[in-house]
Every structure is written in structure tokens, then in C-alpha cells.
């Protein structure tokens, strides 16, 4: 079998491009002279995880509130191939902007040179693609993830101890992002953790069972940090409901668990005490800010790095620039703050 990215470059070169007029970016605030909507292509990057599944539904809430033109939504299925597809449809059926999520930072290279050759600007939530320009990239600081997590962590075991990772993807930046930063701290602030890296690829299933067979290799275990609590969170409890280990909060052979996501069930987790922490990634500021510069993009507009208006701050990448939004930690005195989002979606 090909490789993956010579699979990719081979499907994309069979496709027939069509390229959609384009709106040429002016200096911020220009009028694109145009009369009518532009219309904005969105493509979401998998329905297996409740993150995802949050932000889905506030892209169609927020595509309502500012009144945009959006072709129909397609669904990559965490499949770059597919991302890849989809895009393209996107660009053949008129999109003036394309707004994606893609998972594998890495092969999303063609396309995104494919887009910027027809003058359609692409807003990246949540991933900075390694490689391509982006009009703009809507994401936390991932790295503040891991740092956050393992500071919790760090303090929660006392310095010492046993702690599995479940990372997310390696080929993803916010894997890598998370992951290095997790590392760094602790062999900085807390050496006499036995940090125990378990690659999942974003898979729950994969999680479990890696999950499993280190609490068995390791059953003095004492803390645990879940990268991606939408696809990790109820696979853990259960199996350490299974094992007899989910102990809440404060009592004996209490696993200490820190998460990042900020779903709901997370904060329901943290409020029964069988989680200590979450850090809540802005799925409904993704969704809002994503196509606030989908349209500022099809208007024309451009921006510079620096602190914004909305509490974040922009920052200049090697290859487009990057809106860094705020993501809180939720703990047991904050997990009630009507502020966050996962509070407040149904």
C-alpha cells in the first residue's frame, strides 16, 4: 500500500478543481464591494467525541446568529482522505471561505496550497497545520494544557508517584503540543513522578485497553491525565469502576484524575468526585470566532498579532496567524461558573 500522504496526493490529483472566485484580502476594514453573502464552506472533524459533537451544535447556532451563507456541513470522520474530499466539494459548489478542523496536522499540506492557489481562505479550528497558509487559526494554548495538567497533577500526588498519560494522536500539534509540555513540566517541578506515556491516536478503545494493562503492570498507579476528555472520559470510569478503583475525592485509593475538554460530563464528574479537573477548551468561542473570520476573510479584512477585544491574544505563525482563546481550569470551586460553556449547552 502507498504511503498515506502519496494516497492523499494521489486522490487529490485525480479530482478536478474548480476554483471559486476569490476575494483578495485589503487592509482591515475594507468593504468587499459585494452585495450579496459570501458563502462559507464547514467542515467538522469527527462525531465520535462530545467536544465535537458540542461544537457541531454551536456552528449551527452561530452560523444562524450572523446570518452567513453556509454550504451544507460535511463531517470528516477523522480521515484526512476524507477531509480532502470534502473540501474539495466545498471549492467546486462556490466557497469563499473554508473553515476545517484537521486532525492530521501534517497532511493537509496539498489542500491548504490548493485553497490559497484559488484565493480561498482557510480558518483552522483547534489545529495549526504543520505546514500550508491559514487566514487564521482558532485554538487555545495546547501547550498550557499539558503545563496546567501536570502542575494540578504535580501538587495533587505531593511530587511523588505514578501517573498515566493518554495521549492524543503524535501526528496532531495539539498531541504533540500537550504531550511535550506534560513532559517538560514534570521533569522540571516534579522528577519523582513516574510519568507513563500511553499513545492513543485519539481512541477511547485504545485508551481502555492501554489503560488497562498498565493499571496491571502498575497497580500502585496514583494519577491519571486524559488529554481529550470527550473520547477518554467514560472509558476510563468505567473501567476503573470495573477494577474497583474509582474512589471519590478524598478517600482512600482515590485515583487523582485531570483532564482537558470542559464537557459537561466532565463537570459532573468533577462535582461526584471522581475526576479532580478539566481544562475547558472554548468550543463555543471555536465555533464563534472560526466564523467570525470566515466572513472577516470574504470581506476582506486582515489582522495583526496582538491582544483582541475578546481576551485572547493573535500571534504570528511561520505560516498564518494564530488567535490563542482563553481555556480555564475547572476544578470543585469553579465547576458551577456559569461562564463556562459546558454549563451552559444542552
Known amino acids: 500500500m502507498k504511503p498515506r500522504s502519496a494516497r492523499i496526493a494521489a486522490m487529490a490529483a485525480t479530482v478536478v478543481a474548480v476554483a471559486g472566485l476569490g476575494t483578495a484580502c485589503n487592509r482591515e476594514g475594507a468593504d468587499s464591494g459585494s452585495a450579496g453573502k459570501a458563502a462559507i464552506g464547514i467542515d467538522l472533524p469527527r462525531a ?6 458540542s461544537y457541531a451544535q454551536y456552528i449551527d447556532s452561530e ?7 453556509a454550504l451544507p456541513v460535511s463531517n470528516s470522520q477523522n480521515d484526512v482522505t476524507k477531509l ?7 471549492q467546486n459548489t462556490g466557497a469563499k471561505a473554508v473553515v476545517m478542523a484537521p486532525q492530521d496536522t501534517g497532511a493537509i499540506a496539498s489542500t491548504l496550497d490548493r485553497l ?10 483547534d489545529t495549526r497545520p504543520d505546514k500550508g497558509n491559514v487566514y487564521m487559526v482558532v485554538r487555545a494554548d495546547n501547550k498550557a494544557y499539558g503545563t496546567k495538567a501536570c502542575e494540578f497533577l504535580g501538587k495533587q500526588l505531593g511530587g511523588k508517584g505514578k501517573v498515566a498519560e493518554l495521549q492524543g494522536a503524535l501526528d496532531s500539534v495539539n498531541g504533540r503540543d500537550r504531550s511535550e ?6 521533569r522540571e517541578k516534579f522528577p519523582d513522578i513516574q510519568v507513563i506515556e500511553l499513545a492513543t491516536d485519539w481512541k477511547g478503545d485504545v485508551a481502555s485497553a492501554k489503560l488497562q494493562s ?3 503492570a502498575h497497580p500502585d498507579l496514583k494519577g491519571i491525565y486524559m488529554q481529550a476528555g470527550g473520547v477518554f472520559l467514560q472509558p476510563t470510569l468505567t473501567l476503573l469502576q470495573q477494577k474497583g478503583l474509582l474512589q471519590p475525592t478524598g478517600k482512600p485509593g482515590h485515583i487523582a484524575i485531570v483532564s482537558n475538554d470542559g464537557i459537561p460530563a466532565e463537570f459532573d464528574a468533577i462535582r461526584k468526585g471522581q475526576i479532580d479537573a478539566t481544562v475547558s477548551q472554548p468550543a463555543d468561542l471555536y465555533a464563534k470566532y472560526a466564523l467570525y473570520y470566515a466572513k472577516a476573510a470574504t470581506e476582506g479584512r486582515t489582522f495583526k498579532p496582538g491582544p483582541t477585544d475578546h481576551d485572547s491574544t ?3 505563525l511561520p505560516n498564518g496567524l494564530e488567535d490563542q482563546l482563553p481555556a480555564p481550569l475547572v476544578t470543585k470551586d ?6 463556562l460553556w459546558g454549563n451552559t449547552i444542552g
Request: glycine share 2%; hydrophobic share 50%; with cysteine.
Open 48 to 53: 465520535d467525541s462530545d467536544f465535537w459533537n
Open 181 to 186: 509540555a506534560f513532559a517538560a513540566c514534570m
Open 84 to 90: 480532502v474530499a470534502n473540501v474539495q466539494v466545498l
Open 334 to 339: 469553579n465547576v458551577d461558573d456559569k461562564a
Open 63 to 69: 452560523t444562524k446568529t450572523l446570518g452567513l451563507d
Open 116 to 125: 490559497e492557489a484559488a484565493k480561498i481562505p482557510v480558518v483552522s479550528v
Open 214 to 216: 498498565t493499571l496491571t
Open 314 to 316: 493573535i500571534v504570528e
